[in-house]
């Protein structure tokens, strides 16, 4: 196999593993968030949007021979199989564990629209991403917000977790200050847009049957 005429989560994990890399190496490798790897592997179906493909396009063709014998040899097994990447063995494969930030500023709650190609898909959300191994989910809940948004914040409390109904994932809920910065859309690959919301107007964005009812309760609460 030369070439790949469309990448989907099943492809990209399989050159992860034929580079031999860390969800973490990958998605530095590719210059994407590391979210967007675990959800690869969650989602091997997944068709990724066209500048990723690009991106997975010219690593594939700048890998190594070796890298690019050990690609077709794991997809042919994959295939032979009827198997996918998951059962490719991955430095730090884990279930998906997210964080997420409920980030209050006096009458606001910060908000960001992922970028979805799935018309039905989740679109505004709160600040989220993807717990490391080993790492403290409240590190992570700190760091990506700073990462996606450019605002810093404190965790305050731990609301609680649940298997989140549509996507599946494991999330840990956090209820956080706000502490400096502009808010900002600071990662546009995995983001649209960045805002500061109303806290009595979340359930336009976010339905509110799919709201962690704990959620619900902190905004309410908030003075």
């Given at each position: 196999m030369d070439v790949i005429e469309v990448w989907n989560g099943q492809y990209a994990c399989t050159l992860q593993a034929a580079l031999r890399m860390t969800n973490e190496a990958f998605a530095t490798h590719l210059g994407i968030g590391i979210r967007t790897v675990a959800t690869w592997h969650a989602d091997p179906t997944i068709v990724p949007r066209a500048e990723i493909q690009q991106l997975l396009d010219s690593v594939y063709e700048k890998a190594s021979a070796a890298v690019r014998q050990r690609f077709q040899l794991l997809t042919a097994s994959s295939t032979a199989h009827d198997s996918t990447p998951a059962a490719v063995s991955v430095p730090t494969a884990q279930a998906l564990r997210v964080a997420i930030a409920i980030v209050i500023r006096a009458e606001d709650?910060?908000?960001?629209?992922?970028?979805?190609?799935?018309?039905?898909g989740i679109t505004w959300q709160f600040p989220a991403g993807v717990v490391k191994p080993g790492a403290k989910p409240e590190v992570a809940t700190v760091r990506e917000t700073l990462a996606e948004t450019g605002v810093h914040i404190a965790v305050r409390q731990h609301?609680?977790?649940?298997l989140h109904p549509i996507t599946g994932v494991m999330c840990e809920y956090f209820l956080c200050e706000y502490l400096a910065?502009?808010?900002h859309n600071s990662d546009v690959l995995e983001n649209v847009d960045v805002m500061w919301?109303?806290?009595?107007s979340v359930t336009r964005f976010i339905p509110?049957?799919?709201?962690?009812p704990p959620i619900l309760a902190a905004l309410e609460e908030q003075t």
């Open positions: 709650v910060l908000m960001v629209c992922r970028r979805s190609d799935d018309a039905a609301l609680g977790s649940r910065g502009e808010a919301t109303p806290r009595n509110a049957d799919r709201i962690f």
